[in-house]
């Protein structure tokens, strides 16, 4: 069988953005209706980051990356959750530092607040990167996999995202 090849964007990060977003307080956000916290982190607010689930653990925080193909989970928490590897199948990934394959797994389910994607691929990627960049705690990247199943607004106002399914 021949393994089919994915291509998996990554996030492009920077360091010294201008115009960062101001600080706001915390908004109570109503998961029922598909609205979720939104973060801005990293050093000039150049990563926005959502709290999910995965298969029914967490939460871990995600940056929005709507440059990602796939959603990625960081190699620990892969570890820690024991995702299953995906065969027949080859995930090619381009970033900041280059490209390469990357390891391709099955989750089984991903929920942001009241909305669930299930049986998704995701890739495995060191995240280093963006912890290094001042992104602390991030553990992973919701790609389009997971974003492509809803109508996503978001409300840099109010920090909140809504997902509000097609």
Do not use: W
């Amino acid at each position: 069988m021949k393994p089919s090849v994915l291509l998996v964007s990554l996030t492009l990060v920077c360091a010294g953005c201008e115009g960062a977003l101001p600080a706001r307080a915390p908004v109570q956000a109503d998961t029922g209706a598909g609205e979720v916290p939104l973060r801005v982190a990293g050093r000039g607010g150049a990563v926005l980051m959502v709290a999910a689930h995965i298969n029914g653990s967490g939460p871990y925080n995600l940056v929005l990356d709507t440059g990602a193909t796939l959603t990625c989970i960081d190699e620990g928490v892969a570890r820690q959750l024991r995702l299953p590897r995906k065969t027949g199948a080859v995930g090619l990934g381009a970033g900041v530092g280059g490209s390469g394959r990357v390891q391709l797994v099955q989750v089984d389910s991903v929920r942001l607040g009241g909305s669930t994607v299930r049986n998704l691929t995701a890739c495995v990627l060191d995240l280093r990167h963006l912890r290094e960049l001042g992104a602390g705690g991030v553990n992973g990247l919701l790609g389009l996999n997971f974003l492509s199943s809803f109508h996503v607004t978001l409300d840099f106002e109010k920090r909140l995202l809504t997902l509000k399914t097609r």
